[in-house]
T-cell receptor
Framework: NAGVTQTPKFQVLKTGQSMTLQCAQD?????MYWYRQDPGMGLRLIYY???????DKGEVPNGYNVSRLNKREFSLRLESAAPSQTSVYFC????????????FGPGTRLTVT | QKEVEQDPGPLSVPEGAIVSLNCTYS??????FMWYRQYSRKGPELLMY????GNKEDGRFTAQVDKSSKYISLFIRDSQPSDSATYLC?????????????FGKGTLLTVNP
């Protein structure tokens, strides 16, 4: 099992550009999450998907959109990137019943100039 | 007051020392308490979890929860250089169809040989 995979690993964008971060899991998990991690701020939830076909806002959703493409895949889109979105982005997944154990991907390091 | 407070450190100890990591919280609805370990440039991974109050031991690691004081701790005995990482506490109220985790900012630990 690959677990949770994320692409790309690194990305540099100019202000105003758009991009989509991809996440996939092969553990048959129902719930998936997108976090951002910034120095001194910890992990903050952007969006989550409790199950296929549903998405909900987290703590810091502004400037982002998500798509739960199917049970395996959950993408995060930045429509018009801003320097404040420079961060490390982590995707995570979990079973509903054991949701305290979230499995994280390796992260995407995004820089917006 | 933030829901979860965690001293970011950094904390530097010699090999073999006992390490104590702590978090405080304000939301009395939290019932599930977790510690995640994050190595440099990697995603977090679940280290230990505890439900409600009490202690849990796993090898060199002990997690303690004191709900009356809204205080949780992680103790590492006989610390090793391989324990050098950022330790994140996380909490959840549970319930419903989706469990959201609230993370502390993380404490950076370095164990020196």
């Amino acid at each position: 099992n690959a677990g949770v995979t994320q692409t790309p690993k690194f990305q540099v964008l100019k202000t105003g550009q758009s991009m989509t971060l991809q996440c996939a899991q092969d553990m048959n998990h129902n719930s998936m999450y997108w976090y951002r991690q910034d120095p001194g701020m910890g992990l903050r939830l952007i969006y989550y998907s409790a199950s296929e076909g549903t998405t909900d806002k987290g703590e810091v959703p502004n400037g982002y959109n998500v798509s739960r493409l199917n049970k395996r895949e959950f993408s995060l889109r930045l429509e018009s990137a801003a320097p404040s979105q420079t961060s490390v982005y982590f995707c995570a997944s979990t079973f509903l019943a054991l949701s305290y154990e979230q499995y994280f991907g390796p992260g995407t390091r995004l820089t917006v100039t | 007051q933030k829901e979860v407070e965690q001293d970011p450190g950094p904390l530097s100890v010699p090999e073999g020392a006992i390490v104590s990591l702590n978090c405080t919280y304000s939301n009395s609805a939290f019932q599930y308490f977790m510690w995640y370990r994050q190595y440099s440039r990697k995603g977090p991974e679940l280290l230990m979890y505890t439900y409600s109050s009490g202690n849990k031991e796993d090898g060199r690691f002990t997690a303690q929860v004191d709900k009356s004081s809204k205080y949780i701790s992680l103790f590492i005995r006989d610390s090793q250089p391989s324990d050098s990482a950022t330790y994140l506490c996380a909490m959840s109220a549970g319930g419903g169809s989706n469990y959201k985790l609230t993370f502390g900012k993380g404490t950076l630990l370095t164990v020196n040989p």
